[in-house]
T-cell receptor, first 113, second 115 residues
Framework: GESVGLHLPTLSVQEGDNSIINCAYSNSASDYFIWYKQESGKGPQFIIDIRSNMDKRQGQRVTVLLNKTVKHLSLQIAATQPGDSAVYFCAETAMDSNYQLIWGAGTKLIIKP | DTGVSQDPRHKITKRGQNVTFRCDPISEHNRLYWYRQTLGQGPEFLTYFQNEAQLEKSRLLSDRFSAERPKGSFSTLEIQRTEQGDSAMYLC?????????????FGPGTRLLVL
């Protein structure tokens, strides 16, 4: 995955607003994508996934959009809550990499009260 | 709680000592992964098992690191002669490979501090 050192991209959002976190992926052969949420001191937590034959998938308060043309993935969180504060990682997998996860750069989401 | 557990959650050791971490995956999962994560970075792949077979090791995994999964269930990761650069969060994940889809579920991690 990309390395951003200690300076994670940060997104500050007002509580109750919608959040959009973006991710660019690298492998055009990737066919499965996952968003993970990682709170401080915890392991990554699965949020939502999408396969390459889809361009949108919705979960509870979260939506993932996939644009294969530009190799872009986004995570939309509706009505952001304080508990959404975390670092969000996208990950891609592909058959040609034996389905190992390739991690994108994390984005730190900060919720303003 | 994902169902993947790791022990211990925290470990402080002196440089040169050996440490061993344990991971208990979700019981029906056939794959088990070890990752290392440092502050501000995504997890770095170390190694993974399919059942009891260790199928791949990262170039990052020096000879001081060894992992086992003797019965295809729990796994251990041992670091010998620890160095300060080994300080990191060590994450375990498990998955059930189903067709062409695989979702990895992570444990809470073991945070290692080498003094």
């Amino acid at each position: 995955g990309e390395s951003v050192g200690l300076h994670l991209p940060t997104l500050s959002v007002q509580e109750g607003d919608n959040s959009i976190i973006n991710c660019a992926y690298s492998n055009s052969a990737s066919d499965y994508f996952i968003w993970y949420k990682q709170e401080s001191g915890k392991g990554p937590q699965f949020i939502i996934d999408i396969r390459s034959n889809m361009d949108k998938r919705q979960g509870q308060r979260v939506t993932v959009l996939l644009n294969k043309t530009v190799k872009h993935l986004s995570l939309q969180i509706a009505a952001t809550q304080p508990g959404d504060s975390a670092v969000y990682f996208c990950a891609e997998t592909a058959m040609d990499s034996n389905y190992q996860l390739i991690w994108g750069a994390g984005t730190k989401l900060i919720i303003k009260p | 709680d994902t169902g993947v557990s790791q022990d211990p959650r925290h470990k402080i050791t002196k440089r040169g000592q050996n440490v061993t971490f344990r991971c208990d995956p979700i019981s029906e999962h056939n794959r088990l992964y070890w990752y290392r994560q440092t502050l501000g970075q995504g997890p770095e792949f170390l190694t993974y098992f399919q059942n009891e077979a260790q199928l791949e090791k990262s170039r990052l995994l020096s000879d001081r690191f060894s992992a086992e999964r003797p019965k295809g269930s729990f796994s251990t990761l041992e670091i010998q002669r620890t160095e300060q650069g080994d300080s990191a969060m060590y994450l375990c994940a498990s998955s059930l490979v189903w067709g062409t889809q695989e979702t990895q579920y992570f444990g809470p991690g073991t945070r290692l501090l080498v003094l």
